[in-house]
């Protein structure tokens, strides 16, 4: 998004928040987190799937296995649910690894999993696949300003979903890294950052029966909105990750006349374990 998009005034759209987690891996933890189990119920992914898949893939992949599980509507049938997935410089990681391998080794040291595993589209593919899910979707974002184009597509796609397919809900997954990882001039790590991962599981809402009162995120004009708990376009999924954590109202600037606010539920206990502990129930 290199330039704000300008967007009518009177744009309504809801959506009710029927899940949300986050979860977060170091660098040195993807190898291991790559190969585990992945599955919640009757919902699972093949042995390996994940092997090749670039770190952003594996966080929100795991992101969306615990929203699964915190998911307040049960045996509900995903298979015509959207996936949207916001990254913000995925695939980079692999990518300089593939030019280190081209130089020391030639074609030979290319893998050719680069190209799926790597893209925009990745994320949500993997999603969308994995889970066998058929609506709508998208892999947006890219840069800083994911979050931002993440929650817009959620709430534009929301109103055409809720006339169309009223049973379908949006699999909104969030993915970047606090610091970019580095690598040495042999391809081998010489950071240990931390990568998150978020999703949210909305429910498109008709704007004249939305429940105001339950977990929800709408988009309205900026000024309807207290100026505190504002966020830029650009704002870090960090930031946001951390106000959904505490259950804080949030607001983000979509465009110069136009943001969405956030009012998320409240984490149970469960889903503010350390990472290592999710997994090991996940494994169980």
Not at 245 to 255: F, K, L
Not at 272 to 278: A, D, G, L
């Given at each position: 998004m290199n330039q704000a998009p300008s967007l009518p005034?009177?744009?309504?759209?809801?959506c009710q928040i029927d899940s949300c987690a986050t979860v977060s891996a170091h660098l040195s933890e993807f190898p291991t987190l790559a190969r585990e189990k992945y599955a919640h119920g009757s919902h699972s992914l093949p042995t390996r799937f994940l092997r090749h898949a670039d770190e952003q893939t594996v966080i929100g992949v795991r992101s969306l296995l615990k929203a699964m599980a915190s998911d307040t509507q049960k045996n509900i049938d995903i298979s015509n649910d959207a996936v949207i997935a916001a990254t913000c410089l995925a695939g980079q990681p692999a990518?300089?690894?593939t030019m280190i391998g081209l130089?020391?080794?030639?074609?030979?040291?290319?893998?050719?999993h680069i190209v799926p595993q790597c893209s925009l589209h990745s994320v949500a593919s993997a999603a969308s696949v994995g889970f066998g899910m058929h609506g709508?979707?998208?892999?947006?974002?890219?840069?800083?300003?994911?979050?931002?184009?993440?929650?817009?597509?959620?709430?534009?796609?929301?109103?055409?979903?809720a006339t169309t397919s009223p049973t379908a809900r949006i699999w909104l997954i969030c993915t970047g890294w606090d610091q970019q990882p580095s690598l040495g001039t042999n391809g081998e790590a010489t950071n240990d950052p931390l990568c998150r991962g978020l999703t949210l599981l909305l429910r498109p809402t008709l704007?004249?029966?939305?429940?105001?009162?339950?977990?929800?995120?709408?988009v309205a004009p900026q000024q309807d909105f207290h100026a505190h708990s504002h966020h830029p376009i650009d704002t870090s999924l960090r930031q946001f990750c951390e106000r959904i954590?505490?259950?804080?109202?949030?607001?983000?600037?979509?465009?110069n006349s136009c943001a969405i606010k956030i009012l998320p539920p409240i984490p149970s206990q469960d889903a503010?374990?350390?990472?290592?502990?999710?997994a090991q129930k996940g494994a169980a």
């Open positions: 005034a009177n744009l309504s759209a809801h990518a300089a690894r130089r020391d080794k030639g074609p030979v040291g290319v893998t050719p709508p979707n998208f892999g947006v974002g890219g840069g800083t300003h994911c979050v931002s184009e993440g929650l817009l597509l959620s709430v534009t796609l929301a109103p055409m979903l704007a004249h029966s939305v429940d105001t009162m339950c977990p929800h995120i709408h954590e505490n259950g804080d109202s949030t607001t983000v600037a979509v465009s503010r374990r350390p990472n290592k502990t999710v």
